[in-house]
């Protein structure tokens, strides 16, 4: 899949948080992997502290129902 946007980035990661077999550890292993696309393909990060957990664990409770919520979400921490 193509990886050109932050939207397709994030969409991976609901894809990939959805589908990780282990529910200890996905979030953080979907982190990870989502910081590293940020920064080696599109060149920007994510601003962890501008991102409110409890919104995020409730964004990503949400998916894949609904992936706007959490696009939305971390677009608003997304800086150079």
């Not at 292993?29 to 940020?38: E, K, N, V």
């Not at 601003?47 to 919104?55: A, Q």
Request: proline letters at 4%; hydrophobic letters at 40%; a negative charge.
């Amino acid at each position: 899949m193509p990886q050109f946007s932050i939207d397709e980035v994030i969409e991976k990661c609901v894809e990939i948080n959805s589908t990780y077999p282990f529910r200890e550890g996905n979030g953080r292993i979907t982190c990870i992997w989502l910081d590293h696309i940020l920064k080696h393909e599109l060149k920007q990060v994510l601003d962890w502290n501008n991102v409110d957990k409890d919104d995020y664990l409730l964004a990503m409770e949400h998916n894949p129902i609904i992936d706007v919520e959490i696009i939305v979400l971390l677009k608003q921490a997304l800086t150079d």
